[in-house]
C-alpha cells in the first residue's frame, strides 16, 4: 500500500447533487462541508495583525507564549492540570497531523492503524500513504494485535459519538497492552448538546481520570477551526506524552513542519479568550435548534449527534436516494457512504451555514413533510 492506492477523491461524486440543489429557484443551502461562515473573532484578527513582521522563520515547536497558552488552555477547558510545554506542539490544522501521524511515528508494512468504524476519511488515508494497514473497529476488545497507532474521535465526525471517561479508561487500558499509541481527536469538543454533555464538559483522554496517572502512549489532537472560526488559518495543535511528542518535534523539525509566527501569536490570543468560543457555540445551537426539528418532522431519525458539529441522519433509505430528495429542496448534505461501510443509509448536515440559510432549509423541510 502508499499513496498509489489512495482512491478518487470521494466528494467529487457529490458534483451532480449540488448542480441540482442549486437549481432550486430559492437558491442552493449548502449543509455538506463543515467550514465555518462566521467572521474570525477582531481580537484574533488583530493579534495576526500585530505580528506580521515575520522576518525571521518560525519555530516548529512553537513560541514558548503559545505552548504556554496550549498548556494553560488543556487546564482551564479540558480538566488536564499538569501539562507542560514539553507536552504540547502547534500543528499547521489538525488534517495534516491526522494524515502525517503513521508516517511521522515510522509505522509501515506489516503494521496497523485502528480508526472508528463511521469514521472521517482521512484516518485510512494516513494509514494508506505510510503502507500501514488500516482496520475499523470501535470495541477495544477486537482491537487486533499488531496496532500501532489506534484512533479515537470524541465527540466524532460525522456521528456526534462522545466518550464517557470510564470508555476512554478502558480503551487506554487496551492500547497499553498492545503497546500502541492512542490518539484522541478532540476537535468538537466545546460543542456538546444533548443529555450528559449539555451539563458537563467533553472528557480528554488526557484527563487524570482516564490516565491512570501517566500519559504514555496517549496523544490528543484539537484544532481551532470551529471554536474560533480558524480553518483559514490552519491553527491546531497536539498534546500528550512527552516523549511521543518529542518524536513527533523531531521528524517535523526534518520535514519544516511549521507554523507561520503570526498565526501561532494569533493561536495564542485565540486561547486565552473563552468569550468568542461562548458566543459562537451559540451561534451553532441556533442553527441546529431550526434544523434537527425540521429532519425530523421530513422523515429523517437523527442518530448520535449528542455533540459536535454535525446531524447524522437517516430515513432508512440508500444515502444516495436521500441525498438526491435533499437535493429537490435546495439542499446539500454528506454523504454517508463517505464515512464507512456501516453508513450507508446516512447522511450528514453541518451547522455552518448562514442562519438565514439554515432558516430557508427548515423551511423547506417543514413544508416536505406535508
Not at 331 to 360: C, K, M, N
Request: proline share 7%.
Amino acid at each position: 500500500m502508499g499513496v498509489h492506492d489512495l482512491a478518487d477523491y470521494p466528494w467529487d461524486a457529490v458534483g451532480p447533487y449540488r448542480e441540482r440543489a442549486a437549481q432550486h429557484p430559492e437558491g442552493l443551502v449548502d449543509l455538506s462541508i463543515g467550514s465555518p461562515v462566521d467572521p474570525t473573532p477582531e481580537i484574533i484578527r488583530q493579534a495576526l495583525a500585530e505580528a506580521t513582521d515575520a522576518h525571521s522563520y518560525p519555530q516548529t515547536v512553537g513560541t514558548r507564549s503559545l505552548r504556554e497558552a496550549i498548556v494553560a488552555w488543556y487546564a482551564r477547558r479540558r480538566g488536564v492540570p499538569d501539562l507542560t510545554v514539553d507536552n504540547v506542539l502547534p500543528t499547521i490544522g489538525s488534517k495534516e497531523l491526522v494524515a502525517l501521524l503513521p508516517t511521522l511515528l515510522g509505522l509501515g508494512d506489516g503494521d496497523i492503524v485502528v480508526f472508528p468504524r463511521v469514521a472521517y476519511p482521512t484516518y485510512e488515508v494516513g494509514a494508506r500513504v505510510a503502507g500501514a494497514t488500516p482496520v475499523a473497529e470501535d470495541d477495544p476488545a477486537r482491537w487486533p494485535e499488531g496496532a500501532r497507532l489506534i484512533w479515537i474521535n470524541t465527540p466524532g465526525n460525522p456521528d456526534g459519538r462522545t466518550w464517557t471517561t470510564d470508555e476512554l479508561a478502558n480503551a487506554v487500558r487496551r492500547a497499553r497492552e498492545l503497546g500502541a499509541v492512542l490518539a484522541s481527536d478532540e476537535c468538537y469538543a466545546e460543542l456538546g448538546w444533548d443529555g450528559r454533555w449539555a451539563e458537563e464538559p467533553v472528557p480528554s483522554v488526557l484527563d487524570p481520570r482516564v490516565t491512570g496517572g501517566t500519559r504514555k502512549g496517549l496523544l490528543s489532537v484539537y484544532s481551532l477551526s470551529k471554536q474560533s472560526n480558524l480553518a483559514g488559518y490552519r491553527a491546531a495543535f497536539v498534546a500528550g506524552c512527552a516523549r511521543v511528542v518529542g518524536d513527533l518535534l523531531t521528524a517535523r523539525k526534518h520535514l519544516g513542519l511549521m507554523p507561520p509566527a503570526p498565526v501561532q501569536q494569533a493561536m495564542a490570543v485565540a486561547l486565552g479568550d473563552d468569550a468568542h468560543v461562548a458566543a459562537q457555540k451559540e451561534l451553532y445551537r441556533a442553527r441546529r435548534d431550526l434544523l434537527r426539528p425540521a429532519l425530523q418532522a421530513a422523515g429523517f431519525r437523527i442518530d448520535g449527534s449528542e455533540a459536535g458539529l454535525y446531524l447524522w441522519s437517516t430515513e432508512g433509505k440508500d444515502a444516495w436516494e436521500s441525498m438526491r430528495r435533499l437535493a429537490d429542496l435546495g439542499i446539500l448534505a454528506g454523504p454517508g457512504p463517505f464515512y464507512g461501510a456501516d453508513s450507508g443509509q446516512h447522511v450528514r448536515l453541518s451547522l455552518t451555514a448562514p442562519l438565514e440559510r439554515v432558516e430557508a432549509a427548515a423551511s423547506r423541510l417543514h413544508g416536505a413533510s406535508l
